[in-house]
Protein backbone atom coordinates (compact mmCIF):
# COMPACT_ATOMS: atom_id res chain seq x y z
CA UNK A 1 0.00 0.00 0.00
CA UNK A 2 1.17 3.81 -0.38
CA UNK A 3 0.09 6.59 1.52
CA UNK A 4 -0.64 10.30 0.23
CA UNK A 5 -0.92 12.84 2.38
CA UNK A 6 -1.55 16.15 0.58
CA UNK A 7 -0.72 19.88 2.17
CA UNK A 8 -0.51 23.31 1.37
CA UNK A 9 -4.76 24.11 0.51
CA UNK A 10 -6.02 27.36 1.40
CA UNK A 11 -7.39 30.82 0.30
CA UNK A 12 -5.90 33.22 -1.78
CA UNK A 13 -7.08 35.84 -4.15
CA UNK A 14 -7.13 35.96 -7.61
CA UNK A 15 -3.70 36.26 -9.23
CA UNK A 16 -1.98 34.64 -5.88
CA UNK A 17 0.15 31.37 -5.31
CA UNK A 18 -0.11 28.40 -3.43
CA UNK A 19 2.15 25.72 -3.22
CA UNK A 20 0.67 22.21 -2.85
CA UNK A 21 2.79 19.58 -1.32
CA UNK A 22 1.98 15.50 -1.06
CA UNK A 23 3.94 13.09 0.66
CA UNK A 24 3.96 9.72 -0.27
CA UNK A 25 4.60 7.02 2.37
CA UNK A 26 4.82 3.02 2.10
CA UNK A 27 5.56 0.42 -0.66
CA UNK A 28 8.07 1.92 -2.68
CA UNK A 29 7.88 1.06 -6.57
CA UNK A 30 10.57 1.46 -9.95
CA UNK A 31 8.96 2.98 -11.68
CA UNK A 32 5.98 5.36 -11.05
CA UNK A 33 3.84 8.98 -11.70
CA UNK A 34 2.64 11.01 -9.31
CA UNK A 35 -0.64 13.08 -10.20
CA UNK A 36 -2.34 15.76 -9.32
CA UNK A 37 -6.36 15.62 -9.66
CA UNK A 38 -8.65 18.85 -9.18
CA UNK A 39 -12.32 18.02 -8.30
CA UNK A 40 -14.84 21.37 -8.40
CA UNK A 41 -18.07 21.35 -7.03
CA UNK A 42 -20.69 19.59 -9.20
CA UNK A 43 -17.85 18.78 -11.73
CA UNK A 44 -16.12 15.44 -12.59
CA UNK A 45 -12.64 14.97 -11.30
CA UNK A 46 -10.08 16.49 -13.55
CA UNK A 47 -6.42 15.71 -14.68
CA UNK A 48 -4.25 18.96 -13.45
CA UNK A 49 -0.38 18.00 -14.02
CA UNK A 50 1.93 14.74 -13.87
CA UNK A 51 5.29 13.83 -13.24
CA UNK A 52 7.40 10.38 -13.50
CA UNK A 53 9.36 9.90 -10.58
CA UNK A 54 12.55 8.58 -12.29
CA UNK A 55 12.97 11.07 -15.77
CA UNK A 56 10.85 14.12 -14.31
CA UNK A 57 9.19 14.25 -17.54
CA UNK A 58 5.82 16.56 -16.23
CA UNK A 59 2.30 16.73 -18.02
CA UNK A 60 0.24 19.58 -17.67
CA UNK A 61 -3.84 20.33 -18.03
CA UNK A 62 -4.41 22.77 -21.22
CA UNK A 63 -5.81 24.70 -18.66
CA UNK A 64 -3.21 25.34 -16.07
CA UNK A 65 -0.01 24.93 -18.72
CA UNK A 66 2.51 28.68 -17.90
CA UNK A 67 0.77 28.89 -14.67
CA UNK A 68 1.42 25.52 -12.65
CA UNK A 69 4.52 23.50 -12.19
CA UNK A 70 4.96 20.38 -11.11
CA UNK A 71 8.35 18.55 -9.45
CA UNK A 72 9.65 16.31 -7.47
CA UNK A 73 11.87 16.08 -4.17
CA UNK A 74 13.59 12.03 -4.05
CA UNK A 75 15.08 12.45 -0.70
CA UNK A 76 11.72 13.61 0.61
CA UNK A 77 9.27 11.43 -1.26
CA UNK A 78 7.45 14.56 -2.05
CA UNK A 79 5.54 16.14 -5.24
CA UNK A 80 5.00 19.89 -5.67
CA UNK A 81 2.61 21.77 -6.96
CA UNK A 82 3.46 25.35 -7.64
CA UNK A 83 0.23 27.09 -8.66
CA UNK A 84 1.13 30.78 -9.69
CA UNK A 85 -1.20 33.28 -11.07
CA UNK A 86 -4.57 31.30 -9.82
CA UNK A 87 -8.12 31.77 -10.96
CA UNK A 88 -11.71 31.46 -9.54
CA UNK A 89 -12.34 28.39 -12.03
CA UNK A 90 -9.19 26.79 -10.02
CA UNK A 91 -11.67 26.28 -7.16
CA UNK A 92 -11.32 23.05 -6.53
CA UNK A 93 -10.26 20.09 -3.89
CA UNK A 94 -6.80 19.10 -5.12
CA UNK A 95 -5.56 15.23 -4.80
CA UNK A 96 -2.56 13.76 -5.56
CA UNK A 97 -2.53 10.03 -6.62
CA UNK A 98 0.16 7.68 -8.39
CA UNK A 99 0.39 5.40 -11.30
CA UNK A 100 2.43 2.26 -11.05
CA UNK A 101 2.48 1.87 -14.48
CA UNK A 102 5.15 2.46 -17.23
CA UNK A 103 2.81 4.64 -19.09
CA UNK A 104 1.94 8.27 -18.40
CA UNK A 105 -2.05 8.50 -18.17
CA UNK A 106 -4.39 11.37 -17.36
CA UNK A 107 -7.58 9.29 -16.77
CA UNK A 108 -8.31 9.71 -13.66
CA UNK A 109 -9.10 5.57 -13.56
CA UNK A 110 -5.52 4.78 -14.26
CA UNK A 111 -4.16 6.13 -10.78
CA UNK A 112 -3.79 3.15 -8.01
CA UNK A 113 -3.55 5.14 -4.82
CA UNK A 114 -5.23 8.37 -3.82
CA UNK A 115 -4.60 11.29 -1.06
CA UNK A 116 -7.39 12.58 0.76
CA UNK A 117 -7.13 16.09 -0.95
CA UNK A 118 -6.78 19.64 -0.08
CA UNK A 119 -9.06 22.37 -0.58
CA UNK A 120 -8.37 25.52 -2.55
CA UNK A 121 -10.01 28.58 -2.84
CA UNK A 122 -9.30 31.65 -5.09
CA UNK A 123 -11.65 34.26 -4.62
CA UNK A 124 -12.13 37.02 -7.28
Request: hydrophobic share 35%; with cysteine.
Amino acid sequence: QVQLVESGGGSVQAGGSLRLSCVASGRTFSRFYMGWFRQAPGKEREFVAAISWTGGVTYYADSVKGRFTISRDYGKDTAILQMNDLKSEDTAVYSCAVDVSVMFAKERAKYDYWGQGTQVTVSS
